[in-house]
């Protein structure tokens, strides 16, 4: 401003430099619908009434106020003296449906049906004490998830629910009152489903999801008898045992379906229970008794008894029973646990051992859903299981299509969940007649998995050797020993504080006897690896463990590396190696393992390797809490991270060149020598060879040698030996010759202004020059823009302007030197941000000013600190007048500029 109005040209102004005290400015400014009748009502009565299709509720009952009761269908029911009768089958006076009743010519009606024969019980129902809790209901949760994962097929399956009329009694109906046929055929008709073939997995799955989602759709809409009828096509398809491996998974998805039906009965009979009193409804509470339900609501429960009662097979009138077992709730306080007990009974007329071990399931599933202290059915429940078990094998060697241990697999979930049932009602005495008994019959291998599967954790690990006995001598065909062996390893690695308390002699003990078992299955390599990843984590819970560990590690390579097996086998070695990350507290102590390595080379698919390195190097991150020197743990790290570095190509994106660089700078910044900085100067130096090709690791490398540079002037108190000052010229050699490999050019920047400064405070001035120097010439290399970590384009002014201002402000305690003029430095700077092309006007201006007030403080008689050892110019010329002249003509030169970039600008915005 005052030399536009003075009129004056630059040679008549004069620039004085203003004089500043630092010691002032600081004191100064400080530290910046409803149906009318049940299914039975028009038999009973003879009335022509007419049923709806949409409940099976009583209207006229509910008129009549509840006065003429139905027998109770529970209390009166023929199947608590014969368990395979059909309900319509016995002669009772209030059924007229006894006469000619189609069912009257079963051929098993005249066979005395009472309990099974045999010379004695394998188990008694004794009162002992329990061991533990009865199971709780998240417990079938768990087990669900894993069965429908693991029994799968592909082959096509069949989805088929209807029967066959012919057999359905016959001409024997003629004999019934029309009415009664009207009704059966009715029942009949209901039965009746879907027939589909040559379904995969996935549709058959589909399939029974809708026909659920119907049931859910029609209960909804007030269709009961719909949702029974779809509940019976459900159940049935249990009937179908064409794909033995698929039939858990099958058991599973129906009985879902099939629990929650019983749930929604259950929760319309309590809502038909709620009292109402004016324009209040009181619901029923959820504690209530038999007492509290009013009899329209007792009469609705009875007819829904009555229509699963009319079910004529077997199966499906079981599952329904079961299903609807807690609404007996409504009727009798202890009721359920009679049609438990009833129903153990009548599983034993299924024939085919699949069908009926999984019906036994479901009787003992909602059984602990109902009354989870109740056990006395479980007893008889077992018994009958384990009474048919040897029909098991005979079946299992008649089928074709699976072989016999994959047709004993199918079974295990049924034993399984029965025997963990009925082990939460066993005192240890209890369980040790029932292992001694199990050891007693033929073939055990599924009875033993039930076992292993379902005691108590610390009665196996006081048990184990007992149980190992027993497992080695179960060499058969049936059922495989391998699959009794892993499940022994994860029962007792699921309590790892009982695992840690066995003795290191038992546990060595153990191990040699399972580990000479695994080392047999020759050709079974599927089969080595599930138990050999179980042992592993046995192994691995003893700390310190590294002898045992080597020698396990070398089978398993053993076994792998024959005709490259482990190409097969990567997602259990994936399981192995997350098994050895987790359990070790300090990663470094894996590398002392000999075979550590070697197993680490198993996994040679790149991809692979790739997540197995990042994995190790995931772990050292998360678990590593003091620094290492190890150059065992050094030099293993160093390969791993070679084998995540050599990966990384063109097709590689940014996020995982920085995933793969934060896992090795994490390493690098962990390694440490102490005092010895030779040392670790050369770890660096390895590691810039190791890792060239990740600007990311080449930058924390100058930054961690610039670290050292300072740490050893500290430790010298800043008076450098010859020693000491060689080194640190060395550290700065380093840091000039790793920066020009890195491609982003700011930081670029950044890192020789850094390396630049560290030179200064050690008074490395000739290597400081060069430095600064260097950074200079990179200024002209910049484009217009450069990508963000978004993406996105952005301009690289505004970056310049931060790093120029940065620059100045070092540069100003750099001495200048001798052999050149003074400000060279500046000088150089000063022409490539002039020649700089991609300035806006706001940018320009701003980096004049910082030039400006660059010469300002450059021109004090004393600067505001002084860096030890260096002589800055305010020292070096001491205001010598030639050294001023120089100043003032660089000032009058950047002035002069400025002027006529500011009269550009106005020119410009003036057209």
């Avoid at 069965?147 to 024997?172: C, P, V, W, Y």
């Avoid at 040392?679 to 930058?699: K, M, T, W």
């Amino acid at each position: 401003h005052y030399f536009i109005q003075s009129n004056l040209s630059m040679t008549e102004l004069k620039w004085p430099i203003t004089v500043k005290s630092y010691v002032k400015e600081k004191l100064t400014h400080g530290r910046l619908t409803k149906t009318n009748t049940h299914p039975l009502q028009g038999v009973i009565q003879y009335q022509d009434t007419q049923a709806e299709e949409e409940q099976p509720e009583s209207e006229t009952s509910r008129k009549r106020g509840g006065s003429e009761i139905l027998g109770d269908p529970l209390r009166d029911d023929p199947l608590m003296s014969d368990p395979l009768s059909d309900p319509l089958s016995d002669p009772l006076s209030s059924d007229p449906l006894s006469v000619g009743d189609p069912l009257s010519s079963n051929p098993l009606m005249s066979v005395p049906l009472g309990p099974a024969p045999r010379s004695k019980p394998l188990l008694s129902a004794s009162k002992s004490r329990r061991m533990s809790p009865p199971p709780p209901v998240d417990l079938w949760l768990e087990r669900r998830g894993n069965i429908l994962s693991k029994f799968t097929t592909s082959e096509k399956l069949t989805l088929s629910s209807g029967s066959n009329k012919q057999d359905r009694g016959g001409g024997a109906s003629s004999t019934l009152p029309e009415k009664v046929r009207d009704r059966l055929e009715q029942l009949d008709e209901m039965e009746d489903g879907p027939n589909l073939s040559n379904l995969t997995q996935a549709e058959y799955t589909r399939k029974m999801d809708e026909m659920g989602k119907c049931l859910y759709e029609a209960w909804g809409s007030e269709q009961r008898v719909k949702a029974l009828k779809l509940a019976i096509q459900l159940s049935k398809l249990l009937l179908d045992t064409s794909t033995p491996q698929f039939y858990p998974s099958k058991f599973v998805m129906i009985t879902d379906i099939l629990v929650k039906f019983g749930g929604l009965v259950y929760a319309r009979l309590k809502e038909k229970s709620a009292v109402v009193q004016g324009h209040v409804t009181i619901p029923l509470r959820s504690d209530f008794t038999p007492e509290d339900v009013p009899e329209s609501a007792k009469e609705t429960a009875s007819n829904w008894f009555y229509k699963i009662a009319s079910i004529r097979e077997l199966l499906p009138r079981l599952y329904l029973k079961l299903s609807i077992i807690k609404c007996n709730k409504f009727l009798s306080f202890d009721q359920h646990r009679t049609v438990l007990s009833q129903t153990c009974l009548e599983a034993r007329g299924i024939g085919d051992p699949l069908v009926a071990n999984y019906m036994r399931c479901y009787i003992s599933r909602m059984g602990a859903l109902t009354d989870p202290l109740f056990d006395n059915y479980l007893h008889p429940l077992l018994n009958d299981a384990l009474f048919i078990y040897p029909q098991i094998l005979v079946r299992g060697r008649k089928l074709k299509d699976i072989p016999v241990s994959g047709y004993c697999i199918t079974l295990t979930p049924a034993y399984d969940w029965l025997m963990s049932c009925l082990a939460h009602h066993l005192a240890p005495e209890d369980l040790d007649n029932l292992i001694a008994q199990v050891a007693e019959i033929k073939n055990n291998g599924i009875l033993l998995n039930a076992i292993l599967s379902s005691l108590p954790q610390q009665y196996v690990s006081d048990h184990v050797f007992g149980l190992v006995d027993q497992i080695v001598q179960c060499q058969e065909t049936a059922f495989p020993v391998f699959y009794l062996l892993k499940n022994l390893g994860e029962k007792l690695t699921s309590n790892v504080t009982s695992c840690e308390n066995m003795s290191s002699r038992d546990r060595k003990k153990l191990l040699k006897i399972v580990w000479s078992q695994l080392s047999s299955l020759e050709g079974k390599i599927d089969e080595y690896m599930e138990c050999a990843v179980t042992w592993l984590h046995f192994i691995c819970l003893e700390q310190n463990n590294t002898k045992d560990l080597d020698i396990v590690l070398d089978d398993i390579i053993k076994h792998l590396l024959p005709a490259r097996t482990f190409e097969a086998c990567y997602p259990t070695l994936d399981k192995m190696l997350a098994i050895l990350l987790s359990s070790q507290d300090d990663i470094t102590q894996l590398f002392s393992l000999s075979k550590f390595l070697p197993f680490l080379d198993l996994f040679q698919k790149e991809s692979v390797k790739v997540d197995a390195c990042k994995a190790v190097l995931a772990a050292f991150q998360k678990k590593n809490v003091s620094k290492t020197s190890s150059a065992v743990a050094v030099s293993g790290f160093i390969y791993i991270g070679k084998a995540l570095h050599n990966s990384v190509n063109a097709l590689t994106n940014e996020d995982q060149k920085r995933d793969i660089s934060d896992l090795i700078n994490s390493f690098i910044s962990s390694v440490s020598y102490d005092k010895n900085f030779e040392e670790q100067l050369g770890f660096y130096v390895e590691c810039r060879a190791a890792f060239s090709n990740l600007d990311s690791i080449l930058a924390s490398l100058v930054q961690c040698v610039c670290n050292l540079a300072i740490d050893t002037l500290n430790i010298v108190k800043g008076n450098h030996g010859k020693k000491t000052a060689s080194f640190v010229r060395g550290c700065v050699a380093f840091c000039y010759i790793t920066v020009p490999s890195i491609h982003c050019p700011f930081t670029r920047l950044d890192l020789y202004l850094l390396s630049g400064e560290v030179a200064l405070m050690n008074a490395s001035l000739v290597q400081c020059d060069s430095l600064y120097k260097e950074a200079v010439t990179l200024i002209s290399e910049l484009p217009a823009t450069l990508p963000g970590t978004d993406g996105r384009q952005y301009s690289t002014e505004k970056g310049l302007v931060d790093w120029v201002s940065r620059y100045v402000s070092s540069l100003l305690y750099v001495p200048d030197n001798p052999a050149q003029q003074p400000l060279h430095i500046f000088r150089e700077l000063y022409a490539a941000v002039e020649a700089y092309p991609h300035w806006t006007s706001h940018g320009n201006l701003k980096v004049r000013g910082l030039m400006l007030s660059y010469l300002l403080a450059v021109g004090q008689p004393s600067f505001s600190f002084q860096i030890p050892n260096v002589e800055s110019n305010d020292k070096l010329y001491g205001q010598n007048k030639k050294y001023l002249a120089q100043l003032d003509s660089v000032i009058d030169l950047v002035l002069e500029r400025t002027t006529s970039y500011l009269d550009a600008i106005a020119n410009l915005a003036q057209e």
